[in-house]
Structure formats: C-alpha cells, structure tokens
C-alpha cells in the first residue's frame, strides 16, 4: 500500500515537472520568435506599422520617416490661402467660383510654370 502512494505521488510529480517544463520551453520559443519579428520591440497591439501606413503616418515602410505632404493652394490668381478638398481644391473664400474657371486657372497656372521651368 505504502509502495503504491509513493509510486503514486513520484508519477504525479514527474507528470507536474514535465508539464511546467514544456510551458516554460513554449513561453521561451514565443518570445524568441515575437522578438526576431518585431526587431527587438515589445509586441503591441493593434496594426504593426508599416503594414499599408497611410500619408499622416510619420514613419513608412522600413522605418524612413516620411516628409509631411505639400501644402496646396487655391488656384485663383492673388489668393495665398490652403485649398481644402472640401470645397473641390480651393479655398473657402472662392468655393463658388465656377469650375470652369477655377479649371482655366489651373491652365494659366500651369503654363506660367512650365514656361518658367
């Protein structure tokens, strides 16, 4: 009887050690493999960056930071305020401004540049 508790209590105790063992060899090989995927840096939640960044993103694909996007400009001549694409690219003050001639601007514009350039 005494033989078959301890012969009882040494499996059981085999059992526990092998089980915490392979967990801790499991926890191990996952933090090797999250590490060696995510250079080093902790895992986060969420999107990892770099997988399909968007322009307001300040870091891209690699960890190259991006330039901030080009300001544009309403394309009525004289007028320096930031054209929104709310109002169709130009500024509030001239959203009424037909498009023909906010197109014809753009023309003038245009080739004032080219012949500049």
Do not use: W
């Amino acid at each position: 009887m005494l033989q078959r508790d301890i012969q009882s209590a040494i499996s059981e105790f085999a059992q526990r050690l092998t089980s915490l063992i392979e967990s801790d060899a499991m926890a191990r090989a996952r933090d090797t493999v999250i590490r060696a995927f995510s250079n080093g840096s902790k895992p986060r939640r969420g999107r990892p960056p770099g997988s399909g960044a968007t322009l307001a993103s300040s870091v891209g694909v690699g960890g190259k930071t991006r330039r901030k996007r080009a300001k544009v400009f309403c394309p009525v001549p004289g007028c320096k305020n930031v054209a929104a694409p709310v109002f169709g690219m130009v500024c509030g003050e001239h959203r009424d401004v037909p498009k023909a001639k906010i197109k014809k601007y753009r023309a003038a514009r245009k080739a004032k540049a080219k012949a500049a350039a």
